[in-house]
């Protein structure tokens, strides 16, 4: 398992996020769910050259309906772009998959960095976005006496982070 720490700029706020990495590997099965319970955002990955990869979304998508939290935000990533002479996997079918999840649907390569950034601000995007929806439905229906700013940015300080 890996676990890293990211800071992207979104909107104009810095967001400080962390990453699980569990690889899809069946002996993390128990701790990912674990993970989802708290989770704001999950990408589902498959490797564009290995079919079974791809398959085993349904069961990764299926877990994630039964441990994580019903707002969380979902993307699925096909990655190794940059091996298309063994792609198995067609960006249509990814495509496809994704809409019937109601997910939106990236290609990516971790090799030559394709598309990981855009992935990444656009999962950070999706949070911040149900984040902000949530707060305005639990703020009371006469406003006027709050006001929400941003706060004033300093460095290294974040304005949020996302688990």
């Known amino acids: 398992m890996d676990f890293k720490m990211k800071t ?3 909107d104009g706020i810095h967001v400080r996020i962390q990453i699980w990495d569990t690889a899809g590997q069946e002996r993390y099965q128990t701790i990912t769910k674990q993970y989802y319970r708290r989770a704001q955002g999950i990408f589902f990955v498959y490797d564009i050259t290995n079919a079974l990869s791809f398959q085993n ?12 939290p019903h707002a969380v935000q979902r993307i699925l990533v096909g990655n190794k772009r940059d091996e298309e002479h063994g792609r198995r996997v067609a960006t249509e079918q990814g495509s496809k998959l994704a809409k019937s999840y109601g997910m939106e ?3 990516t390569s971790a090799c030559t960095n394709y598309n990981i950034t855009e992935a990444f601000t656009r999962l950070t995007e999706m ?3 149900a984040y902000r929806t949530e707060l305005k439905s639990i703020l009371p229906p006469n406003r006027d006496e709050f006001t929400l700013t941003e706060p004033a940015e300093e460095e290294d300080e974040y304005d949020t982070c996302l688990c």
């Open 127 to 129: 949070v911040l976005q």
């Open 57 to 68: 979304i349904v069961k990764w998508v299926s877990d994630a309906d039964e441990c994580a």
């Open 8 to 10: 992207l700029k979104v």
């Open 105 to 107: 649907f990236f290609e």
